[in-house]
């Protein structure tokens, strides 16, 4: 990491936000070479932004996309990182930042897409499951995978203990997802996506 510049990341977020402390945790003991410059919220009283506030980082509450955008051009950054961001983003936003938008999905796509995939899962009987870190493109849970972590389901799973199992492989990739997009070693090629060694 060096001297060079700090990757800027605008997190957007709805909810709790531990995926978003893991990232402000990650940069805080500069594991990865970016730094969480905005926090962006379109729920008033979500969690995740007294999370953002403890480190010190801006946090805005919006719902309009066009005033999204607008702040987080004006924080000049470079990955947005949708961490429990519940509305889907529109293609023309999608479109303004193509390969610059990452999402995380509490299952291995795809499958299980959508709401409740960590109950998906469960119901449906899986041995395993998972999370994924992936781009996002014009379509729902779909763009190119960077990273995914597995995780087993035991017959003693409830779908509550499962979500604390795959909360904690999101909290361990998705930091190492925005560090490997920081130290630039990360190619997109349609739907593949390759990782260079440093
Ligand atoms: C996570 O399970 C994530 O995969 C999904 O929404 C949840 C957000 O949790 N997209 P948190 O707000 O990061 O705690």
Redesign the pocket.
């Known amino acids: 990491m060096g001297g060079l510049e700090k990757l800027k990341v605008g997190v957007l ?10 990232i402000l945790e990650a940069c805080a003991a500069e594991k990865i070479g970016a730094r969480v410059c905005v926090v962006i919220s379109n729920v008033a009283n979500a ?2 932004l007294e999370r953002a506030l403890r480190f010190h980082v801006p946090t805005f509450v919006l719902t309009q996309e066009e005033e999204i955008i607008r702040v987080l051009r004006q924080h000049g950054v470079g990955l947005i990182c ?5 509305r889907i983003l529109s293609k023309e936003f999608v479109r303004q930042f193509p390969n610059q938008i990452l ?4 299952a291995l796509l795809p499958s299980f897409p959508g709401l409740n ?2 109950r998906q899962a469960w119901e449906y009987g899986a041995k395993v499951t998972g ?1 994924t870190v992936h781009f996002v493109d014009e379509r729902v849970d779909h763009g190119p995978i960077l990273i995914q972590a597995v995780v087993p389901l035991s017959q003693d799973d409830t779908v509550g203990s499962l ?1 604390q199992k ?2 904690q492989e ?1 909290h361990r990739i998705y930091p190492a997802a925005i560090g490997l997009i920081a130290d630039g070693r990360v190619k997109v090629e349609e739907r593949r996506t390759f990782i260079s060694d440093l």
Do not use: C, D
Request: proline share 4%.
């Open positions: 977020t709805s909810g709790e936000g531990t995926n978003l402390q893991a969690k995740a949708l961490a429990g961001f519940m999402n995380i999905h509490p995939a960590q999370a979500k795959i909360l999101e």
